[in-house]
């Protein structure tokens, strides 16, 4: 099954509480995009923010960490109610320890990986991750256009995964629409994070449902 995350990056952050009640019923999770001004080039929100969201709404919390030394912060934003926690493979010399520290916390591990990150990066640490993330975009941005040379990342990711025979979702984050869609999934993603082609015009249920609709169209039918 395929799982739905919209990105409040692209919501009106002065009516979020509103924008995450507009997807509560057809969201399957809530990505929250947390940007430091370090580690890619723009500044978002911090475990304050994630802890009114945590009260706001009922949707797991999908918090993606585009933080430098993310170690210092992986346990306020689990404390803050994250449900799963998500660091940046380039943004800390030890991620296998920081991965740790994410589960000791008692939230879910999650890793991310840039576009220039190779897949082999993820081969020793596959047994400590329950999502990987694969950007399709460079982080820091939404709205921007989706890197098809991804597509063989994805599949390459998914041949790791069912080699070791684990259980861990493919996450692919930037770029995301009903085009783009039907091509991930096939490669093997089974989370999808969209922030314009939910927030960015018209009802933003609909625009998930079109989401949902044309990733299901590769998945075989039972
Ligand atoms: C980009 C963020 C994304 C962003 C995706 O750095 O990690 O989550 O919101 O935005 P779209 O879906 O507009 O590409
Ligand atoms: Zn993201």
Known sequence: MVRIAPSILSADFARLADEVARVERCADLLHVDVMDGHFVPNITVGPPVVASLRAATGLPLDVHLMIANPDAYVGRFAEAGASIVTVHAEATPHVHRTLQAVKAAGAKAGVAICPATPAHFLEHILDLV?????????????????????????????????????????????????????????????????????????????????????????????
Do not use: H, Y
């Not at 692919?172 to 869609?181: E, F, L």
């Open 130 to 222: 329950d999502l990987i993330l694969v950007m399709t975009v460079n982080p820091g941005f939404g709205g921007q256009e989706f890197i098809s040379g991804m597509l063989a990342k994805v599949r390459q990711v998914r041949a790791m995964i069912e080699d070791a025979d684990r259980r861990i979702d493919i996450e692919v984050d930037g770029g995301i629409s009903d085009a783009t869609a039907p091509l991930v999934v096939k490669a093997g993603a089974n989370v999808l994070v969209a922030g314009n082609f939910v927030f960015g015009g018209g009802d933003p249920c609909a625009n998930i449902e079109r989401l949902r609709r044309s990733a299901s169209s590769v998945l075989p039918s039972c």
